[in-house]
């Protein structure tokens, strides 16, 4: 049984995303492997490799439509829990939705991929457009909204606006419980905070729950380019050029990864969201 990962990362995307992993790695976040592969080429340009998980959040949710409150609240203050730590190095995780969070096989999650992340204030260059109260910098407090609107999709079944003003009012009328809403809502008003903000959303001994019996790879809202121009030439985040040392490329690898996806497409910049679409499906 492998319990190693490969995912095909946008272009010019992954030798970032192992840096950001490699300063992030603790818990709550999808783990690299001790020792790549055999046949792992961390060479290639567009490969990434993690340890597997049993699919993630939002296959989850497709199979079950919504989730009890228990259950809401213990994925809000993992996750909460989670980018603090992230946060205290500086960076933002910048794209937290369901298709990002990975059911561990020890029952807990990790937050995953980590394509959109970057150093706190930088230029946003790539996320999710419906899950995003603004395109323009990566602030950490806009991943504390993502959980806080994380939490009310998973306890009502609805994908919530992240550019409305949500009242415990609106919240309580989609679905969520009266004191839910209102943990909810202060959220938003204040995502400042990471140890209010886990604390206001739930307690440690609460449930999560369990993994979707088939993991399809759902992701209702792909992430995207927003300047795919600039993404071939992105540069690392700061102080991150010798995060993630590189190891000897084996033979094979760089083959199949070509036998397995159509190369042009991969090298296609206006074609990102599409090849991330595609890729996911195929367990990616």
Do not use: Y
């Amino acid at each position: 049984m492998s319990f190693n990962h490969r995912k095909v990362a946008p272009i010019g995307r992954a030798g970032h995303e192992r840096a950001v992993l490699k300063l992030v790695q603790g818990p709550g976040v999808v783990p690299t492997p001790v020792a790549p592969a055999r046949e792992a080429n961390l060479n290639d340009p567009e490969v990434v490799e993690t340890v597997a998980g049993n699919g993630s959040l939002a296959d989850v949710l497709a199979e079950r439509g919504r989730l009890s409150e228990t259950e809401c609240r213990a994925i809000g203050s993992r996750i909460a829990s989670a980018l603090e730590a992230i946060h205290e190095r500086g960076i933002v995780h910048g794209d937290v939705k369901g298709a990002n969070i990975v059911m561990a096989p020890d029952g807990e999650l990790w937050l995953a991929d980590f394509d959109a992340a970057g150093a706190a204030s930088s230029p946003r260059s790539r996320g999710t457009p419906q899950r995003l109260r603004n395109r323009t910098a990566l602030d950490q407090s806009d991943d504390f909204v993502a959980v806080a609107l994380l939490v009310a999709e998973c306890a009502t079944g609805i994908l919530i606006d992240p550019t409305a003003e949500w009242t415990a009012s609106a919240l309580t009328q989609l679905g969520c419980s009266s004191e839910l809403a209102h943990d909810l809502a202060a959220v938003l008003a204040d995502p400042s905070d990471p140890r209010r903000v886990a604390s206001l959303l739930g307690s440690p001994e609460n449930r999560l729950p369990h993994a979707a019996r088939i993991r399809a790879g759902n992701d209702p809202t792909p992430t995207i380019d927003f300047e795919p121009t600039a993404i071939a030439s992105l540069d690392p985040l700061p102080s991150t050029t010798e995060a993630f040392p590189q190891p000897a490329t084996p033979i094979g690898w760089q083959e199949k990864i070509h036998q397995t996806f159509d190369s042009s497409l991969i090298r296609l910049r206006n074609k990102q969201s599409e090849l991330s679409d595609r890729l996911r499906r195929r367990g990616g």
